[in-house]
């Protein structure tokens, strides 16, 4: 390898010629020449921040070919394609993957032993098999290249168990130069990195974790999520935006609704053919479709900088996930919104699907759980608390790019508590978890507590009078401003820090801001009349409402639910065919009660001279798996609801939820045949005379009044005959 002076040139020249760039980002040339010098090297970059060029361009300095350990399939071809498309030459790059059939494959061996091969990706599935490893024991690696090294860690955020056998493989191979390359990581994954590939030497390169240009902002999720993404993206037209969900199921239905609203979308998830993938990625590069909306799968590695906004419609597993997904956005310094929508359901359900792991696996999961739980809770500058989460200091009090830095909270003095906190805490021994530690403070007696017989200690009980908020919101805080730590490595163990006992000794003031209060329901209502553009359209809606309820004798939600009168007030709806794209409106109903309504909204346009906005119109879309036609035509011959779920493959709770679609879209249904094999006619009347009577249909407020007498099956069953006689 030549040195010093004439090194640099060709590392410049080799930059211009083939990247197109005058000079090196960050640390790229400390990086390269680390590992042109055959040393063992460490990557801690945030997305954007030019990873990918660290070893893409020393390939092309040093003799034989690179071997590129990568996670996915669509991540490879985006690369080869890209590095094949500087060169003037065919072959530069390649991968070698379950893709390829033996053709290929062959092809592929040929250009490596030929030498014209810089670049080969594998997936680590592939270094391991056996005749690869034959095959690249005969071929000069020049070095081993593990992107996303994150994964090899059973605390990094894409734990793939096949990372844990690359260093194996690397040794039957042949051992050279291992440059390992994240975008996020904490002390815990690098430690556990360095260890599972044996590079425990490596030099480390971290670059800062701060992407100023990102704006970060976590909402409440309600009933009306789908429909806010709609009406965000339309408030956004024609910029790209990715939206992650954690299941199939959700991408799918969240999709479809999209595009039911005129947005270039598609869908992306692993169930998908590969070919189709392949397309979709495509189309979003090319910019032939807008927006994404995916599982975690996507986004790995591809190079789009003008994504504008990463939506989280679920909150991620980690911060190390969320931090890498956001940073799909704004990636060329410009514009880059990342909204997050949170519920504590959400949180319930993840820690619910971690109950089948092993008993470590799942410790390891809540602690990387209740961290993500603290950001999205937190009225604290989102950007101290990321920047913190990866060890990384932020002394800025106000970033001025988040919504908790755009709309602070009063601070007020939490001394005394964060005393109380400190003493709770080495009373304990520094043994125990926040959780635990909280519980010992509320004076909770669980079993743990009364075991270990902390309930005897005089500090148990010391916060009982402290809201949960508060002390959260001290604990969070405290870890965040140094007076704590956890202990990764113990499950997240608190210790008590210099700063804390120095505080213990002289206790000086700790301002605190208190923690964001979520609703307990996943979806739940907002509150009415909080999301239209007219207050006061809504407020006449609803007494014209009111007054056609009492011509035909009906309780007001018969003639339109709230959320119906919502959406007249946003999207001013004055034709039969517009009414029926509302939430809740069917051909029927607004054929029966739509004439008056839409005079109504007609005029107030006219006389407030509204602009409607046509453009973000919110139409509902069918569920593509049941056919509406099918459940109708069976009710239409008597079949047994049971026996109609179980023909449909769905819970009978889920059948009911069908056929409310059904219902509130305004088509009329008979039951009564089934109704009356399960309740008699005194009970049927009693449930259809509440209704009747109700000013609301929403079955919680009807299970406190029938809940006694009548099982959840049985109310929804009567509300539906009762809407569908009524109301339709």
């Not at 060029?53 to 394609?81: H, R």
């Not at 109950?355 to 410790?363: A, F, G, I, M, R």
């Not at 009225?379 to 002394?395: A, P, Q, T």
């Given at each position: ?8 040139k060709?590392m ?8 197109g ?8 040339e ?7 010098d ?32 990568s996670?996915?399939i669509?991540?490879?071809k985006?690369?080869?394609d ?36 810089r ?27 593990i992107d ?16 844990r ?84 199921k ?5 999709a ?24 979709t ?22 190079d789009?900088?003008d ?21 799909r ?18 949180l ?26 603290a ?41 005394d ?19 635990y ?15 270990h ?33 956890k ?33 307990d ?29 009492q ?25 039969e065919e ?37 453009d973000i ?14 459940i ?42 089934y ?8 009970q ?16 919680s ?28």
């Amino acid at each position: 390898m030549k040195e010093g002076v004439e090194l640099k040139k060709q590392m410049a020249e080799t930059l211009k010629h083939y990247f197109g760039f005058d000079k090196f980002k960050g640390e790229q040339e400390e990086i390269i020449q680390n590992l042109l010098d055959g040393n063992d090297t460490f990557v801690l970059m945030p997305t954007g921040g030019g990873k990918s060029l660290c070893y893409q361009l020393p390939s092309l300095l040093m003799d034989g070919t690179a071997v590129v350990v990568s996670p996915l399939i669509a991540l490879m071809k985006n690369q080869v394609d890209v590095i094949n498309g500087l060169s003037e030459k065919d072959g530069m790059a390649h991968y070698m993957n379950s893709s390829l059939n033996r053709q290929a494959i062959l092809q592929v061996m040929d250009d490596v032993k030929s030498g014209k091969t810089r670049l080969l990706y594998v997936a680590p599935e592939s270094l391991a098999k056996e005749e690869n490893v034959r095959f690249l024991s005969e071929v000069k690696v020049s070095f081993y290249a593990i992107d996303e090294a994150h994964c090899i860690s059973e605390w990094g955020h894409d734990f793939r168990p096949d990372y844990r056998n690359i260093r194996k493989a690397v040794e039957r191979i042949g051992r050279a130069p291992i440059i390992a390359l994240t975008a996020t990581a904490t002390d815990k994954v690098r430690s556990d990195i360095k260890k599972n590939l044996g590079i425990p030497d490596a030099k480390e390169f971290k670059s800062s974790f701060n992407r100023p240009n990102l704006y970060y902002e976590v909402r409440q999720k309600t009933k009306e999520v789908d429909n806010n993404i709609v009406k965000f993206i339309k408030q956004h037209p024609g910029k790209s935006g990715i939206i992650y969900c954690l299941s199939r199921k959700k991408v799918e239905q969240l999709a479809a609704h999209l595009a039911a609203n005129d947005i270039k979308v598609a869908a992306y998830h692993a169930g998908l053919e590969s070919e189709v993938r392949s397309q979709t990625q495509d189309d979003f590069l090319m910019e032939r479709i807008d927006i994404i909306v995916a599982t975690i799968a996507f986004g790995m590695g591809i190079d789009k900088p003008d994504v504008r906004f990463v939506i989280h419609y679920d909150i991620p597993k980690s911060l190390e996930g969320y931090y890498q997904e956001t940073g799909r956005a704004g990636r060329d310094g410009g514009e880059g919104i990342c909204l997050t929508y949170y519920s504590h359901n959400d949180l319930k359900k993840l820690e619910k699907f971690m109950e089948v792991k092993p008993v470590n696996e799942q410790d390891i999961g809540r602690q990387l759980l209740q961290d993500t739980a603290a950001y999205a809770e937190s009225s604290v500058c989102r950007r101290k608390l990321l920047l913190n989460y990866f060890g990384e200091e932020y002394d800025v009090e106000n970033c001025g790019n988040c919504d908790n830095c755009k709309h602070p909270k009063e601070k007020h003095e939490a001394k005394d508590i964060l005393v109380a906190v400190l003493q709770a805490v080495s009373v304990l021994k520094e043994k125990f978890k926040q959780t635990y530690v909280i519980d010992f403070m509320r004076g909770v007696t669980n079993h743990d507590i009364v075991s270990h017989h902390h309930d005897q200690l005089e500090e148990f009980g010391s916060g009982i009078d402290i809201p949960p908020t508060i002390l959260n919101a001290v604990f969070r805080q405290a870890l965040i401003y140094g007076y704590l730590k956890k202990e990764v490595e113990n499950y997240g163990l608190l210790r008590i820090t210099a700063a804390g006992k120095r505080f213990l000794n002289e206790p000086t003031s700790f301002m605190v801001v208190d923690d964001v209060e979520f609703n307990d329901d996943s979806y739940v209502e907002t509150s009415e009349g909080d999301n239209v553009l007219s207050p006061e359209l809504y407020a006449m809606l609803k007494e014209l409402r009111r007054e056609v309820a009492q011509k035909k004798e009906v309780p007001p939600y018969v003639v339109f639910q709230d959320v119906s009168l919502e959406q007249m007030a946003t999207v001013y709806p004055i034709t039969e065919e517009e009414l029926r794209n509302i939430p809740g409106v069917g051909h029927g109903k607004a054929a029966r009660f739509g004439e008056e309504f839409l005079k109504l909204i007609k005029k107030y346009c006219d006389e407030n001279e509204i602009e409607r906005p046509g453009d973000i119109r919110i139409k509902s879309v069918a569920n593509k798996s049941l056919k509406k036609l099918k459940i109708i035509e069976k009710i239409d011959l008597r079949t047994p609801l049971d026996e109609l779920a179980k023909t449909l493959g769905l819970q009978f709770s889920q059948l009911l939820d069908e056929l409310e679609a059904i219902v509130y879209s305004g088509t009329k249904i008979n039951i009564g045949y089934y109704i009356e094999e399960i309740l008699d006619d005194d009970q049927i009347e009693d449930i259809y005379d509440y209704f009747y009577e109700s000013d609301t249909d929403r079955l919680s407020v009807a299970m406190k009044e029938l809940g006694e007498f009548y099982t959840e099956e049985e109310v929804r069953l009567m509300r539906l005959k009762f809407l569908s006689e009524v109301a339709n």
